[in-house]
């Protein structure tokens, strides 16, 4: 089983979640390029301005590794990183979990993705021009539980430690992604999961992506927010048990 962090984040997002599957699976954790203890020279411009790129680094990684088929579990970009990885390579894949995913962020005729293509555009500027004060603004917003003072710190702390050059091309290469066409090229089981509240992924995206991803499961969990692996993991846990429950 091997586990994917989001935008910002890295593998010790997952530290709720991925110990509970230690006696039954081999675990993997990483760290996307620009992330947590990943070497910033491995970075490619080029590569890296699709999402494909991160899809081929989680390839190389199983390929290495000898790991497949396994269990893929993807949170929030991550999770269409291994929608890619799976469409190219069904061989290395058995199921994706796809928690608080998004094939397209901005709205389209017909489509709610969350946000117009003026917000993304001011969100971008906005790293642009200050990315250490984007940081402290929009981890709140992420996060969805004021509550939990701490998260908001940690998430705004994992996103000040990402090289800022790095940070700002991998937020453009996710906030400006569009591979809902790509949905249709999976022949992987997967289980969607979304909060019922989100404001990075609204329920109508998550219900999208089980639509349009041929045999998903979808499960909708009490929780609000993008990272309910740091802020309703019990939920989470128990989503993913009941799903690979059924499909051992």
């Known amino acids: 089983m091997i586990f994917a ?7 010790g997002m997952w530290r709720y979640v991925a110990p ?6 081999q675990v993997v954790l990483f760290d996307h390029v620009g992330a947590g ?6 970075f490619d411009t080029v590569r890296h301005a699709r999402l494909q790129g991160y899809a081929a680094d989680v390839v190389e990684i199983l390929d290495t ?3 497949g088929p396994a269990t893929f579990v993807g949170h929030s970009v991550s999770a269409m990183i291994g929608v890619l990885a799976a469409a190219d390579r069904p061989d290395l894949f058995e199921h994706l979990v796809l928690v608080g995913p998004s094939p397209r962020y901005i709205d389209d005729t017909g489509y709610r993705g969350g946000f117009t293509q003026p917000e993304i555009d001011e969100l971008l500027e906005t790293m642009d021009d200050n990315y250490l004060g984007w940081s402290a603004h929009i981890a709140p917003v992420i996060m969805g539980v004021p509550e939990r003072p701490e998260l908001e710190k940690e998430l705004t702390s994992s996103f000040c430690r990402m090289d800022p050059t790095i940070a700002r091309h991998f937020a453009r290469t996710t906030f400006l992604s569009d591979n809902r066409a790509d949905l249709a090229r999976v022949r992987t089981p997967a289980l969607v999961v ?4 989100d404001v990075i992924a609204p329920v109508e995206v998550g219900r999208y992506v089980h639509e349009h991803l041929p045999g998903s499961d979808f ?3 009490d929780a609000v927010g993008h990272c309910p692996n740091l802020s309703a993991p019990a939920q989470l ?3 993913m048990r009941d799903y ?3 499909r051992a």
């Open 237 to 239: 846990l128990e989503a």
């Open 244 to 246: 690979l429950r059924v």
């Open 65 to 67: 590794l000898a790991l």
């Open 37 to 42: 203890g990943s070497v910033d020279s491995a």
């Open 194 to 197: 979304q909060c019922r509240e």
């Open 5 to 11: 962090h989001g935008f910002g984040c890295d593998q």
């Open 20 to 25: 509970a599957f230690e006696e039954s699976h």
């Open 219 to 221: 499960v909708l969990i």
